[in-house]
């Protein structure tokens, strides 16, 4: 490394996924100056875009939950999307809701229902999936009193305590598994359903929790309609924070990976040193100089870099295994698609017989705008799929199938008219119990270590709600000692 190679920056952030862009804003908002690093082509991680068929699409996270604001205000990723100038553009899905697809046939999931959990287990609608037989067993929930010998953790255990094996089975693992890629007897409630176990005290029941959530969120709604989206296109949202951060001075170094990164007090002055290289080049190592690094990549990679500060991390086999996850898009020419059939997707079940996909958007029935792009009789499909390092990503012809099963409508190899596999590895918040313990312990490390701040949806939690909250407040707050300490 030459001298005129060395740069220098108050603050290193390390991924250019949404964590990182929001760091980076933060920081740079505060007046200092800040590099974004990242292996990728472009910032965004699995906020991305792609273009199938002639129209430009979302080819990883195409909404966010609007959970999360205090009454009266918008949740964490809306406030964004409006700092942003884009508050205007936010939209909500159609309400006609998503469906369960059941080894013996498909329903709408229940209107009063959170992660499956019928608020009303008599309701017809819940009737209709479970039969009056695993109703009424739902509905003995109201009259089991609340004896807790052990502490509540496990959703998939609390919900068959309390309403039994086909509300698990049917209506629960489904939507779980094709949420967060896990099983819901190993889901730690506190993190896909805060509150839940509190409302069940005071409510006295299961069903009753699910009802005073709801009630308290203002999603008395379809199932699947907590959530909202950007005209256009989640991916709206990087290109704006992008734009925004450079307007603030940020630079962006993609294609650039770190080798390792550490705080060198006798030969830098007490500033850190982060070893960089161009993906793919074997020329000279770059080492940039600065304040203070941001780790906010992906779970393996932020433990290996924690774990080269001496941080401990435990052992590898205490962490969850990363899920990989296969989007398959289709576009295709139907009108018969138009009816949205199936509302605005199919959640499967496990066992249902030659379906592989575990989960369908319909994606132009659930988003006005796009059903505006793509034009009479075009229609967006979305299947995703569990990788487990065996089978083969699945082929156009396995996901025209899946999608015919799914939507009830036999759909023709003829009126393909664009297909694209996006794959995404490490991709998925870890909700697992025991998860929150990991995280918190590895927290409190990375805090003592001084110019070091760790964000990401592996630290904060489920989602971009959770991402985007965390990151902009710890954030924040760095930049605030930072700035504060320079002075």
């Known amino acids: 490394m030459t001298e005129q190679e060395a740069v220098d920056f108050d603050v290193v952030v390390i991924g250019a996924g949404i964590a990182g862009l929001v760091s980076a804003r933060e920081c740079a908002r505060k007046g200092l100056r800040v590099v974004v690093i990242d292996e990728a082509e472009t910032p965004g991680g699995f906020v991305a875009t792609h273009e199938v068929g002639g129209i430009r699409l979302d080819s990883g996270a195409e909404s966010f939950a609007v959970r999360g604001g205090e009454k009266g205000k918008p949740g964490p990723v809306a406030a964004l999307i409006a700092d942003l100038g884009l508050g205007d553009d936010i939209v909500t899905p159609?309400?006609?809701?998503?469906?369960?697809?059941?080894?013996?046939?498909?329903?709408?999931?229940?209107?009063?229902?959170?992660?499956?959990?019928?608020?009303?287990?008599?309701?017809?609608?819940?009737?209709?999936?479970?039969?009056?037989?695993?109703?009424?067993?739902?509905?003995?929930?109201?009259?089991?009193?609340?004896?807790?010998?052990?502490?509540?953790?496990?959703?998939?255990?609390?919900?068959?305590?309390?309403?039994?094996?086909?509300?698990?089975?049917?209506?629960?693992?489904?939507?779980?598994?094709?949420?967060?890629?896990?099983?819901?007897?190993?889901?730690?409630?506190?993190?896909?359903?805060?509150?839940?176990?509190?409302?069940?005290?005071?409510?006295?029941?299961?069903?009753?929790?699910?009802?005073?959530?709801?009630?308290?969120?203002?999603?008395?709604?379809?199932?699947?309609?907590?959530?909202?989206?950007?005209?256009?296109?989640?991916?709206?949202?990087?290109?704006?924070?992008?734009?925004?951060?450079?307007?603030?001075?940020?630079?962006?170094?993609?294609?650039?990976?770190?080798?390792?990164?550490?705080?060198?007090?006798?030969?830098?002055?007490?500033?850190?040193?982060?070893?960089?290289?161009?993906?793919?080049?074997?020329?000279?190592?770059?080492?940039?100089?600065?304040?203070?690094?941001?780790?906010?990549?992906?779970?393996?990679?932020?433990?290996?870099?924690?774990?080269?500060?001496?941080?401990?991390?435990?052992?590898?086999?205490?962490?969850?295994?990363?899920?990989?996850?296969?989007?398959?898009?289709?576009?295709?020419?139907?009108?018969?698609?138009?009816?949205?059939?199936?509302?605005?997707?199919?959640?499967?079940?496990?066992?249902?017989?030659?379906?592989?996909?575990?989960?369908?958007?319909?994606?132009?029935a659930k988003w006005n705008w796009l059903a505006e792009a793509a034009g009479p009789g075009r229609h967006v499909l979305r299947l995703s799929y569990d990788l487990d390092g065996v089978a083969p990503p699945p082929t156009q012809a396995q996901a025209m199938s899946d999608a015919s099963a799914l939507l009830g409508v036999t759909l023709d190899a003829s009126s393909v008219r664009g297909f694209d596999l996006t794959r995404w590895n490490d991709s998925l918040a870890f909700a697992t119990v025991g998860h929150r313990a990991r995280v918190e312990a590895l927290r409190s490390q990375a805090d003592a270590v001084p110019g070091l701040l760790v964000v990401g949806a592996w630290m904060a939690g489920t989602g971009l709600a959770a991402t985007v909250a965390q990151s902009r407040t710890a954030a924040s707050d760095f930049a605030y000692e930072l700035r504060t300490a320079a002075l």
């Not at 992660?115 to 039969?131: E, K, M, T, W, Y």
């Not at 959530?213 to 704006?240: H, N, P, Q, W, Y």
């Not at 435990?314 to 009108?335: F, K, M, N």
């Open 94 to 364: 159609n309400p006609r809701g998503a469906w369960v697809q059941l080894p013996d046939g498909a329903a709408p999931l229940p209107k009063l229902s959170l992660l499956g959990i019928p608020g009303a287990p008599l309701a017809d609608d819940v009737r209709r999936i479970l039969g009056w037989k695993g109703a009424l067993r739902a509905q003995l929930d109201r009259y089991i009193p609340l004896l807790r010998v052990r502490p509540e953790t496990d959703l998939g255990g609390i919900v068959r305590r309390r309403m039994g094996k086909a509300v698990l089975d049917r209506l629960v693992t489904p939507i779980v598994a094709g949420v967060h890629s896990a099983s819901p007897t190993v889901i730690d409630v506190h993190a896909v359903a805060p509150g839940l176990t509190k409302a069940m005290t005071s409510q006295g029941s299961l069903s009753g929790a699910v009802l005073a959530l709801l009630e308290e969120r203002g999603t008395k709604v379809k199932a699947g309609s907590a959530v909202g989206g950007i005209d256009g296109g989640m991916f709206r949202l990087v290109e704006a924070l992008v734009v925004d951060c450079e307007k603030f001075g940020v630079e962006f170094r993609m294609s650039t990976a770190v080798r390792g990164t550490g705080p060198l007090t006798e030969s830098t002055g007490g500033r850190w040193v982060t070893t960089t290289a161009a993906v793919d080049d074997e020329s000279d190592p770059v080492e940039i100089t600065s304040r203070a690094v941001v780790v906010a990549t992906s779970f393996r990679t932020g433990l290996a870099l924690l774990g080269g500060l001496g941080i401990d991390t435990g052992a590898p086999e205490a962490w969850p295994e990363p899920a990989s996850v296969e989007l398959a898009t289709l576009v295709v020419d139907d009108a018969r698609l138009d009816a949205a059939p199936r509302g605005t997707g199919v959640l499967v079940a496990t066992g249902v017989p030659g379906i592989q996909a575990k989960a369908l958007t319909h994606a132009t």
